[in-house]
Nanobody, 118 residues
Framework: QVQLAESGGGSVQAGGSLRLSCAAS????????TGWFRQAPGKEREIVAS????????YYVDSVRGRFTISRDNAKNTVYLQMNSLQPEDTAVYYC???????????WGQGTQVIVSS
């Protein structure tokens, strides 16, 4: 069992930045791919970005590419999401998920709220 704890959410104005962190409870985490997902009110959860277990490859959904950066520090069992140039449409609860297949994560965090005001 891997427990994930997200942090770093908050309220910012449009154009601002936030850095989310996802800390894992076990070293097994470093053998998994990890992604950041978000769910806005009334919408389905969507993947925002993902990173392979070694950090050598990343993926971004078109709406955040060039604004968000995903990274990981396996020595700290932590994955980050740097979010710049935030827009109101980025408002959502952000979750990290991890597992052998990032399309169906084994483990999820509880989520952290991001609110972007115009």
């Amino acid at each position: 069992q891997v427990q994930l704890a997200e942090s770093g959410g908050g309220s910012v104005q449009a154009g601002g930045s936030l850095r989310l962190s996802c800390a894992a409870s076990r070293r097994t985490f470093i053998t998994y791919h990890t992604g950041w997902f978000r769910q806005a009110p009334g919408k389905e959860r969507e993947i925002v970005a993902s990173i392979t277990r070694t950090g050598d490859s990343t993926y971004y959904v078109d709406s955040v590419r060039g604004r968000f950066t995903i990274s990981r520090d396996n020595a700290k069992n932590t994955v980050y999401l740097q979010m710049n140039s935030l827009q109101p449409e980025d408002t959502a609860v952000y979750y990290c998920g991890t597992g052998p297949d990032i399309t169906t994560p084994f483990y999820w965090g509880q989520g952290t709220q991001v609110i972007v005001s115009s």
